[in-house]
């Protein structure tokens, strides 16, 4: 379906907001695909970093032919856009004390789940190389922290360096970001025996799991076997994934 944009702006170096209207009620952790105009042949998957009422938003990164393409539309401009797609966040009843955890492009999926679970005890600990973004939004639901790998805002280092004194008191994890970050996140949500929800980022070519681009190694009472994350995922139990 086509859609039509009410926003698209720089809000960081490199980095885009769009706003665009949307009909389906989404769940956090969930994707749409993208039809970046030009000569690209393939829609382009973007987590939904918020939905309000009828309309969503996307947070991207200028990466690619495609980004550079998205990056060019303006308000009342139409895109092409399936979706939602994805399995997203489960959200529990039960627990109170939850830790979310982002690094770089990763981190809008999880203000879209931070702002579901506002009600909550959240502790929100992001990374970024250089350039904070979101931040702000971030603060009206929990208590953030900041690593930057250049020491520009919050403490220098890795966002996995703020967390390990955090994770032994709290109910669930969730995170979203590069594997090594995800993998780091995973072996801490082990060592105290914490539940942990992972959002893992491919690259993919239908969204639909049709095409097997974006296949995933998972483990299974009997061994292993791949999961595809635009159809399975892109949310797994982090207990399941092989790093």
Same mark, same amino acid.
């Given at each position: ?55 969503? =938003? ?16 303006? =308000? ?79 403490? +220098? ?10 994770? +032994? ?27 942990? /929800? ?26 292993? /076997?791949?999961?595809?994350?635009? +159809? ?12």
């Amino acid at each position: 379906m086509e859609y039509v944009v009410r926003e698209n702006k720089e809000i960081s170096n490199g980095i885009y907001r769009l706003r665009l209207e949307f009909d389906d009620i989404p769940a956090p952790g969930q994707f749409i695909m993208i039809n970046c105009g030009g000569n690209t042949l393939l829609k382009r998957p973007f987590s939904i970093c918020d939905h309000d009422g009828n309309e969503i =938003a996307i947070v991207y990164r200028i990466k690619g032919k495609g980004t550079y393409n998205l990056s060019k539309v303006k =308000a009342l401009d139409t895109l092409e856009v399936t979706g939602p797609h994805g399995h997203g966040f489960d959200i529990f009843d039960k627990f109170n004390n939850i830790l979310i955890v982002g690094g770089g492009i990763g981190i809008p999926p999880l203000l879209f789940l931070s702002k579901k679970l506002k009600n909550k005890n959240l502790k929100i600990a992001l990374g970024f190389k250089s350039d904070a973004f979101l931040v702000d939004e971030f603060q009206k639901y929990g208590d953030v922290v900041i690593a930057t790998e250049d020491g520009n805002t919050g403490i +220098k280092g890795y966002v996995t360096d703020l967390i390990e004194s955090e994770i +032994k008191d709290i109910d669930i994890v969730y995170g979203c970001g590069p594997m090594q970050m995800l993998k780091s996140v995973k072996d801490m949500a082990e060592k105290y025996d914490v539940p942990c /929800q992972i959002s893992i980022e491919e690259h993919m070519g239908c969204g639909i799991g049709a095409c097997m681009v974006c296949a995933c190694k998972t483990k299974t009472d009997s061994g292993f /076997q791949y999961k595809k994350v635009c +159809k399975d995922g892109p949310v797994f139990w982090a207990r399941e994934v092989v790093f």
